[in-house]
């Protein structure tokens, strides 16, 4: 399994070679566009692409999270892109909208305010356990209960920012991530895995256009 920055480092890397060619293929068909007008077209496709569900060159969970957004768009009874179905207290259906991209991010403006975001960038194993050390002593301290155990659970399945590429950390209790999980290969146990994911999958499949790295070795000059 690839780490977190192994896959940032060659997505952004894939991304810089093909938003260079969108540059190129727009100057011919365009000469006349300026070259500012270029960049931010070329940028808005190479970024879109990131959204879409037929394209390899994605994250594990980012892949998984489009297909599920496409099954809500396209399938008969779904009422739409990142609208999710939960149940009142009376057992009825209602619907609230849920962003699994921007609350994985830690972006979404809904799970701000309900402290349900969780960004994956920046969350080291140091991360993880000292704020599950915090959600243990606010939960003797307040008498939490059962309620901080659970955040306490969810905190542990979604681990640091290298595992949770693999996996959607709520998806005992929350419905979208339970779809986005079941669109994981498992092993035996039952856990995600890669194991079963075709040959040539993102992020390796760079390799196929020969796209050169652009990060060199920082050598430090010798003072003459």
Known sequence: MKTYKEFITELNKFERLLLKQGIKAIKKLNPRQ????I????????????????NPFVSPRREAENLVKQFQKTVPGQKGV??????DKTGKP??????????????????KVTGAAQSMRGMSKKSVREMDK???????KYNLG?????????????????????????????PTDKKIDSVYPKNKLGAPTTENLPKGAVPD????????????????????
Request: proline share 3%.
């Open 39 to 54: 960049k931010q077209s070329a940028l808005r496709t190479t970024r879109g692409m990131r959204s879409d569900a037929d």
């Open 134 to 140: 915090e959600i243990k002593d606010m939960g003797k």
């Open 146 to 174: 059962q309620e901080s155990e659970n955040a306490r659970s969810i905190l542990k399945n979604t681990g640091d920012q290298h595992s949770a590429i693999y996996k959607a950390p709520q998806y005992r209790v929350n």
């Open 205 to 224: 499949a760079e390799k196929k256009i020969k796209a050169k790295s652009k990060i060199k070795k920082f050598i430090r000059k010798k003072k003459k």
């Open 82 to 87: 990142n609208i999710m179905k939960l149940k």
């Open 94 to 111: 209602k619907y609230v909208e849920y962003d699994p991209t921007r609350v994985r991010q830690g972006d979404s403006p809904q799970a």
């Open 34 to 37: 300026s070259l500012k007008s």
